[in-house]
């Protein structure tokens, strides 16, 4: 690898000490856009607000392919002890988007001094992947009329699969999801008076537990699908019964039939424990995220690349093979405009995404860097070869 590893390495930890929520990669952003330019490439920016793209053209008739790291970090304050700990309270790069960004920035700088034999890749930062739906925003404002291209591709670290490991699988990778807001509306009272109350947290007391039961009675078995409840908040006094009670969560599945079932059932809930405790409840869904579906084609060529990449340390067939996750990932949002596939690199045994005591792996980032570069020589050879002889 012609990029050097410590400047990579350095690079990372810079990111994570300066961690910037979604839409607000300013820095991030500036650092990216800076380094591309330093390697001969002329980046666009301002899709999606802190979005940053860079080509590089070969000159030379061929195919094109996209590659996307995502740069937004997450609302959690970090509890770790390492020198390049976040700075700011309350943010921290928990789901190791510091390393995605510098392992696909380490293959631009790779790819500019040892570039694919044709046609165009185009490397995509995106921001606002947690929540923030950032890839739908930058296909709506253009992304794929200004940087055409015929597939796309994701890498994600995956803590708890052997550092530097990779992992693909076709068909669904990721699951998609609904955040919800649950709202219950009672009457409130003095705590030794519940009868001239209408509870509202014995309302959602149970509403949260009926939840539990949704996908075990309304959705397929043999369908992976979760109903989550993260937040139950309601009252401000230990003798006073509150008026409202509020509740979210998600819910995630593997298609979308199941979703939908998923929602249907969680609406039903809600009306009959409006019926049962004399409350109202409203509950809006928002934020979905599609299901991640990687097409066939394009899995088989990562899985030939996880195993090219290194001759020395190619890996047995069996241990490319992933089961899907019921995480969501804005990347679907991609998948469904142009075939792809998004895979999993390992990130050893790491605290789990979104710990606050998480930290990505830096030893990893050379593979990742060499898989980036590999994946887009022999995409675009594959490629060219495949329409000659078409």
């Given at each position: 690898?012609?990029?050097?590893?410590?400047?990579?390495?350095?690079?990372?930890?810079?990111?994570?000490?300066?961690?910037?929520?979604?839409?607000?990669?300013?820095?991030?952003?500036?650092?990216?856009?800076?380094?591309?330019?330093?390697?001969?490439?002329?980046?666009?920016?301002?899709?999606?607000?802190?979005?940053?793209?860079?080509?590089?053209?070969?000159?030379?008739?061929?195919?094109?392919?996209?590659?996307?790291?995502?740069?937004?970090?997450?609302?959690?304050?970090?509890?770790?002890?390492?020198?390049?700990?976040?700075?700011?309270?309350?943010?921290?790069?928990?789901?190791?988007?510091?390393?995605?960004?510098?392992?696909?920035?380490?293959?631009?700088?790779?790819?500019?001094?040892?570039?694919?034999?044709?046609?165009?890749?185009?490397?995509v930062f995106q921001p606002g992947e947690e929540g923030g739906s950032g890839a739908d925003v930058m296909i709506r404002e253009g992304l794929f009329d200004l940087f055409p291209a015929g597939c796309c591709f994701g890498l994600h670290n995956w803590p708890g699969l052997e550092a530097g490991r990779f992992g693909v699988c076709a068909g669904p990778i990721m699951a998609g999801g609904w955040r919800f807001a649950i709202t219950v509306l009672g009457?409130?009272?003095?705590?030794?008076?519940?009868?001239?109350?209408?509870?509202?947290?014995?309302?959602?007391?149970?509403?949260?537990?009926?939840?539990?039961?949704?996908?075990?009675?309304?959705?397929?078995?043999?369908?992976?699908?979760?109903?989550?409840?993260?937040?139950?908040?309601?009252?401000?006094?230990?003798?006073?019964?509150?008026?409202?009670?509020?509740?979210?969560?998600?819910?995630?599945?593997?298609?979308?039939?199941?979703?939908?079932?998923?929602?249907?059932?969680?609406?039903?809930?809600?009306?009959?424990?409006?019926?049962?405790?004399?409350?109202?409840?409203?509950?809006?869904?928002?934020?979905?995220?599609?299901?991640?579906?990687?097409?066939?084609?394009?899995?088989?060529?990562?899985?030939?690349?996880?195993?090219?990449?290194?001759?020395?340390?190619?890996?047995?067939?069996?241990?490319?093979?992933?089961?899907?996750?019921?995480?969501?990932?804005?990347?679907?949002?991609?998948?469904?405009?142009?075939?792809?596939?998004?895979?999993?690199?390992?990130?050893?045994?790491?605290?789990?995404?979104?710990?606050?005591?998480?930290?990505?792996?830096?030893?990893?980032?050379?593979?990742?860097?060499?898989?980036?570069?590999?994946?887009?020589?022999?995409?675009?050879?594959?490629?060219?070869?495949?329409?000659?002889?078409?």
């Amino acid at each position: 690898m012609s990029v050097d590893i410590d400047q990579l390495v350095a690079l990372r930890r810079d990111l994570h000490a300066h961690p910037e929520l979604r839409f607000e990669e300013v820095r991030t952003a500036d650092i990216v856009a800076s380094l591309l330019r330093e390697w001969g490439y002329r980046p666009h920016r301002g899709l999606a607000k802190t979005g940053v793209v860079a080509s590089l053209d070969t000159g030379r008739p061929g195919p094109s392919i996209l590659l996307r790291a995502d740069m937004d970090a997450l609302p959690i304050t970090e509890r770790a002890r390492h020198d390049h700990v976040s700075r700011h309270m309350g943010r921290m790069h928990a789901c190791g988007h510091d390393g995605h960004t510098t392992m696909l920035l380490g293959a631009a700088a790779e790819l500019a001094v040892r570039p694919p034999e044709c046609g165009v890749v185009h490397f995509v930062f995106q921001p606002g992947e947690e929540g923030g739906s950032g890839a739908d925003v930058m296909i709506r404002e253009g992304l794929f009329d200004l940087f055409p291209a015929g597939c796309c591709f994701g890498l994600h670290n995956w803590p708890g699969l052997e550092a530097g490991r990779f992992g693909v699988c076709a068909g669904p990778i990721m699951a998609g999801g609904w955040r919800f807001a649950i709202t219950v509306l009672g009457q409130g009272a003095h705590a030794a008076q519940p009868q001239l109350a209408r509870d509202p947290v014995v309302a959602g007391a149970a509403l949260v537990q009926a939840a539990q039961h949704l996908v075990a009675r309304r959705t397929d078995p043999l369908v992976p699908a979760v109903v989550s409840i993260c937040t139950f908040h309601a009252g401000s006094a230990d003798n006073i019964l509150p008026d409202r009670t509020e509740i979210a969560g998600t819910i995630r599945a593997l298609d979308v039939q199941t979703l939908d079932a998923l929602k249907d059932g969680l609406r039903d809930l809600a009306e009959g424990m409006a019926r049962t405790f004399g409350v109202k409840v409203e509950v809006a869904f928002h934020s979905p995220y599609p299901v991640t579906v990687n097409s066939g084609p394009e899995t088989g060529l990562v899985t030939r690349v996880m195993r090219l990449r290194d001759a020395a340390d190619a890996m047995p067939e069996a241990d490319c093979a992933m089961r899907p996750s019921l995480a969501s990932e804005d990347f679907g949002f991609m998948l469904q405009r142009r075939p792809g596939a998004y895979a999993m690199i390992g990130n050893g045994s790491s605290a789990p995404l979104h710990a606050p005591d998480y930290d990505f792996n830096d030893r990893i980032i050379p593979r990742g860097v060499a898989y980036w570069a590999t994946l887009a020589r022999h995409c675009l050879s594959l490629q060219e070869q495949e329409e000659k002889t078409s």
